[in-house]
Every structure is written in C-alpha cells, then in structure tokens.
C-alpha cells in the first residue's frame, strides 16, 4: 500500500517566512542549530534565508549551505541579477542549492507596488529564472499574490518560466485569502493549462489570515501539488504559514483521506517545535494542535476514565508518535529535583549538581508565588544562569552560578547526536553526565532538596 503513495516534497520555510514573523529573528548561530534540527526531522528543503536582505542573513544562508548536507538548501530572491546573485553567493557551497525566485503577478500588486504592465511582469519573470539558472539547474519560481492574480495572466506568466527552466512552480497565497475548494481549482487550472506541467513540481505555500493554511495547502495536495511549504508551529508573516507538524500528521492520521507519503520523522516534531519556541522566546499556543502543551492533555473527568481505559477512546494519535514525552509531570512546589531535572533534560539541558541546586532553589520560590511552573519560566530561569546577578526578572531571582558550573545548553554539533551509545537530549544534543563518583557524594545531598 505505502508503495502506491505519492511522495511530498516538505519545503520548510521557519528559517525565512517564519523568521519574519514579529518576535522571531534569530541569530546565525540560532539558525544553524535549528536548521541541523530540521535535518533530523526529515525535511526535504530547507528555506535558509533571503541573503540580499541583511549580512547576517547572507552569512547563515552560507553557514547552514556549508554544514546542513543532506536537505536542499534554498535562499530566496527577487526577480533582479543582484538578488539572485547574492543568493548564489550564498549557495554555491551547499551539496544541493536552490535559488528560490519570486515576482509578484497580481493586478494589486503590479499597479500599485512594482508600477509595471503584465507584459514586463512576464519578460522580467523569464529573465530572472534564465539567470537564476545559469548558476543552478534547481530553481523554484513564486508569483507572489498568485491567489488573487487573473488564471489567465498566472498561466501566461508560468508558461514563460517553466520554457526559461524553473523547475518548482510556488503557488503562494500570499495574503491568506483563498479557500480549499478555490485552491484545488486553481491548482487544477494550472495542470490543465500550462505548457510542460508534468516536467516541474507544483509546490503550495499558504499564508494563515483566515486559519485555512493547512487545509488549502492538503486541498492543493489533494489537486495534484507535491511541495508543500510550511513552518514549524506554523510561524510567519503576519497570522503565520501552514503549520509543517499539522499536514504530516494529518497525512499520517488520515491516509485513507490523505494518501501521501513524507520523509518526516514525526519523532522529531516535538523537540523542532521546542527549539524554536526556546530560540525566539515565543511561546506555542497552548491549544496548539500537535505542538500545545494541551494537545495531549485530558482534563473532563470523562475523558481521562477513557483515556485511562483505552487512549483510542479521545486519542488519533499517540504523544508518543510526535515526541511528545509519555507522561508529563506537572511542576509545581511538590515536585522534587529528579522531577525537575527530567523536565530540564526534555527541553535540551543537563546540569551538573550544583548547578541543578541553583536551579532547584529557585525553582521552589517560583513554585511558592504561582500553582504550576511551565516550561516558559523553566526555560526563562535556565537561562538566567548565564546572566549576571541582578538581571532577572520580577518573577525569578537571579542563580549565582557556582565555580564549577556546567550548563550544557545545546551546541550545533549534530554530529556527535549519533555517536554510538552516546546519550542525546529531546534535541539530539549529547548529554555531559556526572562522573560517577561525584554522582556518589551528591546523592547524599539529595535529602537537602526532597528528591
Ligand atoms: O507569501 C509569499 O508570497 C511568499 C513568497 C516569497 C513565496 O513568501
Ligand atoms: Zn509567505
């Protein structure tokens, strides 16, 4: 059966249009830890950055095409030489580049920000992917706004790039307006009418204004595309992009509705969506499907006596399937330092003893002033060990770190995740562990802190 699936291109764009999402920027060494993290989870394309945007935009799109080998690395352009130049620059040392070109072809936008005819949308359109692929045999063309473009003048201007060379058609709805049943049509129009169709890849990207991001892009799926692009916790401009972790799960869900296949290890979704969540300091949605600390929890008593039974009976899948860990302690002023130190091992930390001390002791005063300690200020008091007395915030006092110290915060060094016998966090991080005889003293302590 799974033989019969057809296989879907995931194209993860958190790097570029999620990064541009308010709150979400990220530093080059950010990037390149999260982008080693997207390799593990299995995607097919990884969408680095927009290089002629900023230096520091450049130089992660050039890291990650250094260091990130099995993905494609794609960085976007404008449909302009230098743009596409710059990308290039930033590729050319990637195992597997791919520029991503990209023009605006509705009315709205021709008139009234690119000031230009339809007639040199299409010649600016087919300059721009002919030298886009004098650098590189794999590139993927965007008509921006392409939702609320005329089909007519879409199809032109994909007919000339397709005989320029591009090899990805994006269908982009860039402002979040289309509905399912209107995307498969215009998914549908373009295979019935563009010259060369069945020599490219239709690919969808969907913008989340109306909350229908992810069911325009399975309706585009379902109408013949075979990219998808979308963002871990489905971050991105303005109300985001198709959430990465909600069509996956969806096609693994739901095959008899949705019979495709992807290289994604769902195992990994959880850990991708915590790092990034840790990264930006934006927290997920609690209700978030998939990713929300509430997705697998049960509250009405009924619910929990079925769950309890059998968790079919309120469960499609299991915590499990997504990496979400079994069973999930909730911390509070009871929970002792053994608890405490698994919950910092499942968000990407190990501490040596003293330092778990430090973080224990704050721990309990924070636990003192509110019912539950979630992973946010767990996270936030973690990672006050790095500043300096003083800096911390209302809620947390600050952790005078000890001499010894050893906070192994997570280092890009994907590598060493798959040393033989080696022990990884939720990230794929080698954990440092104690020595054992320095395990042996403190164990006598443990009483101090109630483990
Ligand atoms: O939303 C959009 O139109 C885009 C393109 C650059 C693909 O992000
Ligand atoms: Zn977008």
């Not at 097919?44 to 250094?66: L, M, R, T, W």
């Not at 509250?299 to 899948?317: R, S």
Request: glycine share 6%; aromatic share 6%; proline share 5%.
């Amino acid at each position: 059966m799974s033989s019969e699936r057809a296989r879907i291109t995931i194209f993860d764009t958190t790097l570029r249009d999620g990064e541009q999402s308010p709150g979400c920027s990220m530093n080059q060494q950010e990037k390149v830890r999260l982008a080693h993290q997207l390799d593990r989870l299995g995607v097919d394309v990884i969408e680095a950055g927009f290089p002629i945007a900023s230096d520091g935009d450049f130089e992660s799109v050039k890291a990650i095409a250094e260091v990130v080998r099995r993905p494609i690395i794609a960085g976007l352009a404008r449909a302009c030489s230098a743009d596409i130049e710059r990308a290039w620059e930033a590729l050319r040392l990637a195992q597997r580049p791919r520029i991503h070109v990209f023009l605006a072809t509705s009315d709205i936008h021709l008139q009234y920000k690119l000031r230009m005819t339809r007639d040199q949308c299409v010649a600016q359109a087919r300059e721009a992917i002919q030298l886009a692929k004098s650098f590189c045999d794999d590139v993927e063309f965007s008509p921006e706004d392409a939702t609320r473009t005329d089909p007519d003048f879409l199809c032109r201007v994909l007919d000339a790039v397709v005989e320029a060379g591009a090899t990805t058609l994006n269908i982009p709805d860039t402002v979040g307006y289309t509905v399912p049943s209107e995307f498969a049509e215009l998914i549908a129009t373009i295979r019935r009418r563009v010259r060369e169709i069945e020599k490219v890849t239709i690919s969808a990207h969907c913008h989340n204004d109306l909350g229908m991001a992810v069911a325009n892009a399975l309706a585009a799926v379902s109408a013949g595309a075979r990219q998808v692009e979308c963002t871990i916790n489905g971050i991105g401009e303005r109300a985001g992009n198709a959430s990465l972790e909600e069509i996956v799960m969806a096609m693994r869900v739901r095959p008899d509705r949705y019979p495709y296949e992807t290289g994604i290890a769902s195992e990994q979704i959880f850990a991708a969506s915590q790092m990034l969540s840790e990264i930006t300091g934006v927290p997920v949605q609690p209700n978030k499907a998939i990713t929300g600390r509430n997705a697998f929890a049960h509250e009405a008593g009924i619910h929990q006596d079925g769950v309890l039974k059998n968790p079919l009976t309120y469960e499609i899948m299991t915590p499990k399937s997504v990496g979400v860990p079994d069973s999930k302690l909730v911390l509070g002023k009871h929970s002792g330092r053994h608890a405490l130190s698994i919950r910092c091992e499942q968000l990407g930390y190990q501490f040596d003893r003293r330092v778990l001390d430090d973080v224990y002791r704050r721990f309990v005063r924070l636990a003192d002033k509110i019912k539950h300690v979630e992973d946010h200020h767990l996270l936030e008091l973690i990672r006050d060990t790095h500043k300096p007395t003083g800096s911390a915030t209302p809620l947390i006092e600050p952790i005078i770190p000890s001499q010894e110290a050893v906070v192994n915060a997570p280092a890009p060094e994907p590598e060493r995740a798959f040393a033989a016998g080696a022990q990884t966090n939720p990230f794929g991080v080698p954990l440092r562990v104690a020595s054992e005889s320095h395990h042996e003293q403190t164990q006598q302590e443990d009483y101090l802190w109630g483990v």
